[in-house]
């Protein structure tokens, strides 16, 4: 009885949960995340100067949120990457990558890869803060609570003003949609 109660209740909760793929094996997520409109929870991350750093709720910026894996994946490095050198002709607009990466190994990857125009952070003390947003990998067991690759658009009240949940997490996102989004969004954007 109480097999049948537990396989019940997790097949409930998987209901309530965006799945994606890694390598083409499904991947569960937490939950279905954070929708357009919806209040972007603001939560403390560690930079990797061992500094308390706010990502989320109201700022004077547009913010792009990007939850990654590990910033020591091929594709996590080719992301942030690109939005290092994205994010360097836009104005107005605070990126934020997120990981739970020490910042020890933060700090190495921004040295190394001259990331110097976003921020990257750390999750690793409250790891409970991506599953506010719904990117904390529940199943498979193997990847339970690594993040997947999820983008947020955050506007200037605080508000989810656009989600992209990357299907398959060996993937990059779609860079021109999200840099499209925000240039609709704040006029002060410049242009790459």
């Keep these: 009885m109480k097999k049948i109660l537990l396989t019940l209740l997790v097949s409930v909760s998987l209901t309530f949960a965006t799945t994606v793929a890694f390598n083409s094996l499904e991947v569960t997520l937490n939950s279905n995340g954070l929708k357009v409109g919806d209040d972007a929870p603001a939560f403390v991350a560690t930079t990797i100067e061992f500094k308390d750093y706010i990502v989320g709720g109201t700022k004077n910026k547009i913010q792009i949120i990007a939850f990654v894996p590990s910033l020591d994946t091929g594709t996590c490095k080719l992301e942030t990457i690109a939005f290092n050198d994205k994010v360097a002709r836009m104005g107005n607009v605070e990126l934020t990558v997120v990981s739970k990466d020490l910042p020890f190994a933060q700090q190495k990857f921004c040295r190394n890869n001259k990331i110097t125009n976003i921020k990257t952070v750390s999750d690793y003390k409250h790891a409970n803060n991506a599953k506010r947003y719904g990117t904390t990998i529940s199943a498979p067991a193997f ?5 997947a690759r999820v983008i947020y658009v955050v506007d200037t009240k605080g508000k989810i003003a656009y989600v992209q949940v990357v299907e398959e997490i060996a993937d ?7 840099i499209t989004f925000v240039r609709k969004i704040d006029r002060h954007v410049k242009p790459e």
Excluded: H
């Design 172 to 178: 990059e996102p779609d860079y021109d949609s999200i």
């Design 143 to 147: 990847l339970e609570g690594f993040f």
